[in-house]
Structures are given as structure tokens and as C-alpha cells.
């Protein structure tokens, strides 16, 4: 009797533990976008837990190899096991998070993936022991690891209801014949390029765009089955990547007619490994655009290529000889230049091919915001709206949501950069705050991620580069901190300016507290998902 009471209050612990930390570890796999790579890589920015749950193995298997009289032994194991439970536990109970637990469909799957596990624990380790509580201890010790052999068991399944709604998208596009599809990939630049097409495109078009960040296939493919309509005359569609061939991937589902490429930089080296996987990986887009022309017989200007002519990489790699340049430097296609900016915003002009000039103005601000607007003009001029009748579109521009995003809130201007970052988005970023001449400007940021072996590298030029723009430096987290630090004293930035914060919201505190009363702009440069420790 005492036994099997033991044996309930031992598995009903294990479900409480199992419930929330199959929640937490399920959270960080959503995060991760159901990858391998990115899920083991958060496992190890936790060691503490992993240490927790290894103990807790370790003296499991002690007190089954132990004397079955030792009393001692199983005493010092039972509250061993309980301290670690509890500690465990505290660590897995729900916290407000940056991007919330969503529960899908594909969640649901992987809760009853888990179950199935969990009672194959139970029956065998009931067979080999006759005690189920060992096994379910055992479950508990082993549960950072359960989601990702669940993900694995799910793959096939997963794969195979994603071919399904791939090959409803693909049906889709092909019913819509006269459909213009326009692909946008870059390292840095794209989300903005395509809010900018899709606005100037709306004064001749009737356009569906990909959005928010919904740049990965299932997410293009949720849009067409979601929202494509008849009456749709373009879709701009965004697209990501993060590994080699990503881009691929999705020309094969939407076989773009056009394609912008942004830009090309030293972003996601963590999983794309070189920079010439990024550039073979970008091109894919305009491989794509290519191939189209080349099956439907070529036909002059039906297929359109768009590059940053100002883009350091993609003039070094280019290898498309009828692609439309754009940017600010001389020799591109679509030229702005006389570019002037005062508190209402920008003005510049655009020369096009055919040595047309007009002059636009935005409430935006920034080199980076002039060059992603010549892109969208490029494109939409290229497709038949004339220049002029851009000009309303171009004054009616908004920032992209967290992509140099300027608010105000009374003397505190905000600049938010928080969506992501990379070593030529930051350098943009922090050219950004320098245009803030009489406002003391601060800087709040973790770093940058997924930069590989380099990610030391280039946070430290980072520092250095905000030594030389910033008042004051606050950074968030251990992660890259040192980093950055090391890099702005180097340039002889004041140690008594600069600040460690544990999380966003101590950092967020300060910059409030800083030169309070006085006017400032703050720069908020990327804000890493929970994933991230």
C-alpha cells in the first residue's frame, strides 16, 4: 500500500514537472522555427538546466545501483532529487515572453508525440522494473530532449501535411493566370523594400504582399491560401532564408515573374557557414527569375532583376548583366541623389534610364530609407507607373514597424531598430542616430546573433563604431556584452557612460533615467527572442 502510494505522488510530480517543462522546451523548438540546429543551440546557452536534469539522472541511477538497505543513500537521494525538482520547476513556470507560446495545430501534434513517449517509458520500464515511477523519473531526467525526438517522429508527418498545403498554394497560383508575382530577398532591407513596392505599386494595382515577417515557405504559402484573391493583380512576396538553398525553396512553390535582391551581408554566418553560401543562396531569386523566362520563351522586359548597385557585395558578384541597378552612387539605373534632410523628413530627387528626374519627399530618415525608396521606385516605374504619379505615394510612406521606426514620447525620441540586426544593418542603424545633432543619443542593445565564429568579431567593431556616435552605451544581457564593451573602450569611450543590464526591461529603466529632462533620441538595436540567453 505504502508503495503504491509512493509510486502515485512520484508520477503526479512528474506530470506537473512534465506539463511545464514540455511547455517551456516546446516554446523555445517554436522559436527555433521547429529546427534542429537552432533548438540545440538554445539547449546549451542554458547549462544550468541541463546540469539540473543531468543530476537528476545521475542520482536516479545511484539510488537503483545503491544497497537496497542503504536507507542513508536513498534518504540523501530523495532530497537531492527534491531540490533539484523544485529548482527545475521554478525555472519552467510561465513568464511573460517577447513572442508568446502560440498553440497550433503542429503543437497539438507534438503534445501527443509526447504522451506516446512518455507511456512507452512508463510500459517498459514497468516490465524491466515492476516500479513505474522509475521510468517516469526517468522521463522527467531525459524532458529537454523528448520535444526534439518528438520533432523527429513528427517529421514525416509534418512534411507531408506541408506538401499538401504547398500543392493547394502551387494549384492556387497556376487558376490565377495573369497573376504578376515579384520576389524580394536581401540580408538586410527586404521588409522595407516590400512594404515601400507594395504602397507605390497600390497607385496602378491591386496587390497582395506577404505580411508582416511571413518570409518562410508555410508562411508564403498561408498568404496565397489565405488572402490571394481573383481580383489580385501583383503579390510581392517576401522571401528569407537562413541555410543554403532556402531561397530555392520558394521560387519552386511561387516561380517569381521579377526579383529585387536588397542587399547582401554578413547575416545568419551561424547556419549559411560562408559568405558565399549567402550570395549563391540570395541569387537564387534571379536564377529563378531566369528560368521562368527561359521556359516561357524570352520576351524583352517581360521578366525584371533589381539590384542594389550600392551594395559592396552584390557589385563584386554580379553576374546578371540585364539586372536594374539602383541606389545613391553614380552608374546605377535609378539614381537619387541631392539628398536633404530637416525635421519634416527627406527630399531628394530620382533619375531613371531614360534621364528622367523628379523630386520626392518622406517623413522617413536615413541613407538606408532613400536607398530601399529608389529600389520600390525602380520596381514600380519599371512596371509601368510613371514617375510623377509617384510622388503622393512615396510623401504617404510609413516606417516599417521596428525597422528604424522613429516615435516620440514628449523630449524622447525613439529609434526602433529592434526586429534584428547584422554588422551593415547596426552600422546604418548608428549612422541613423548621428544625423541627431542636439539631443543626447543613447544606445540599448544585446548584440548581434547568428554571426558564427565571427560574432565576437564584428560585435566588438560594433562597440567601437557606437564609441564614436554615442553619449551613453547600454547593454543587455552577457551574451555580447564583453564584446561590445572591449570594442568602445578601445576607441576611449567613458566606462562611467557605458552600462550592463541583465534584461530589457532593467535597461529600459535606465535610458529613461538618463539626463532626465534633457532631450534625447535612444537607438534600440535588435531585441533577442527568449531562445536567446
Known amino acids: 500500500m505504502f508503495l503504491m502510494i509512493g509510486n502515485i505522488i512520484i508520477l503526479l510530480l512528474v506530470l506537473v514537472m512534465a506539463v511545464l517543462g514540455l511547455r517551456y522546451y516546446t516554446h523555445m523548438l517554436q522559436l527555433s522555427s521547429y529546427q534542429f540546429q537552432g533548438y540545440f543551440r538554445f539547449l546549451r546557452s542554458i547549462p544550468r538546466n541541463l546540469v539540473a536534469h543531468g543530476a537528476f539522472l545521475l542520482t536516479v541511477i545511484c539510488t537503483l545501483i545503491a544497497d537496497a538497505n542503504g536507507i542513508r543513500v536513498l534518504l ?295 536607398e530601399n525608396i529608389v529600389g520600390a521606385i525602380a520596381a514600380a516605374n519599371s512596371l509601368g507607373i510613371s514617375m510623377s504619379k509617384l510622388k503622393i505615394a512615396v510623401r504617404r510612406l510609413q516606417s516599417v514597424p521596428h525597422r528604424l521606426e522613429l516615435n516620440k514620447h514628449g523630449n524622447v525620441s525613439i529609434l526602433d531598430d529592434a526586429y534584428n540586426s547584422n554588422p551593415n544593418g547596426a552600422k546604418v542603424a548608428l549612422e541613423t542616430l548621428s544625423l541627431f545633432k542636439d539631443q543626447v543619443k543613447i544606445l540599448v542593445t544585446p548584440g548581434m546573433v547568428e554571426l558564427g565564429e565571427k560574432e565576437d568579431e564584428y560585435n566588438k567593431e560594433f562597440g567601437r563604431q557606437a564609441a564614436e556616435v554615442c553619449d551613453y552605451i547600454i547593454l543587455v544581457g552577457e551574451k555580447n556584452s564583453a564584446s561590445i564593451k572591449a570594442g568602445a573602450l578601445e576607441k576611449g569611450f567613458d566606462p562611467e557612460r557605458l552600462f550592463v543590464k541583465n534584461t530589457l526591461s532593467e535597461a529600459t529603466a535606465l535610458m529613461y533615467e538618463i539626463d532626465a529632462g534633457r532631450e534625447k533620441v535612444i537607438l534600440l538595436e535588435n531585441d533577442l527572442p527568449d531562445n536567446y540567453k
Do not use: W
Open 76 to 370: 540523501l537521494s530523495f532530497v537531492v532529487m527534491m531540490a533539484l525538482y523544485v529548482f527545475l520547476l521554478i525555472s519552467y513556470l510561465p513568464k511573460p515572453a517577447k513572442k508568446k507560446f502560440v498553440v497550433t495545430d503542429r503543437v497539438k501534434r507534438l503534445f501527443i508525440t509526447y504522451v506516446v513517449i512518455a507511456l512507452i517509458f512508463l510500459v517498459v520500464g514497468a516490465l524491466i522494473s515492476g516500479i513505474p515511477a522509475i521510468s517516469a523519473v526517468l522521463f522527467m531526467a531525459l524532458l529537454p530532449l523528448v520535444p526534439a525526438l518528438a520533432n523527429l517522429i513528427n517529421k514525416p508527418i509534418e512534411n507531408r501535411i506541408n506538401q499538401y498545403f504547398i500543392d493547394d498554394a502551387k494549384r492556387m497560383l497556376r487558376e490565377h493566370e495573369n497573376l504578376r508575382i515579384i520576389g524580394i530577398t536581401g540580408s538586410f532591407g527586404k521588409t522595407s523594400v516590400k512594404y515601400y513596392l507594395t504602397t507605390l505599386l497600390s497607385e496602378g494595382f491591386s496587390v497582395l504582399m506577404t505580411p508582416e515577417s511571413y518570409n518562410t515557405p508555410m508562411g508564403i504559402v498561408r498568404t496565397i491560401r489565405e488572402h490571394l484573391k481573383p481580383t489580385h493583380e501583383i503579390f510581392v512576396c517576401e522571401m528569407g532564408a537562413r541555410h543554403l538553398h532556402d531561397i530555392k525553396e520558394i521560387t519552386d512553390i511561387v516561380h517569381p515573374d521579377d526579383g529585387i535582391v536588397t542587399s547582401i551581408g554578413y547575416q545568419h554566418l551561424e547556419t549559411f557557414h560562408s559568405l558565399e553560401n549567402i550570395i549563391s543562396t540570395k541569387y537564387e531569386l534571379l536564377d529563378a527569375v531566369d528560368e521562368k523566362e527561359k521556359a516561357e520563351g524570352k520576351k524583352e522586359g517581360k521578366h525584371l532583376k533589381f539590384v542594389n548597385g550600392d551594395n559592396e557585395i552584390i557589385r563584386a558578384n554580379m553576374k546578371y548583366k540585364d539586372a536594374i541597378t539602383y541606389g545613391l552612387n553614380d552608374g546605377n539605373d535609378y539614381q537619387a541623389k541631392d539628398i536633404r534632410v530637416n525635421s519634416q523628413g527627406t527630399t531628394f530627387t530620382v533619375t531613371s534610364p531614360s534621364g528622367e528626374t523628379s523630386e520626392y519627399t518622406t517623413k522617413l530618415v536615413g541613407r538606408h530609407n532613400v
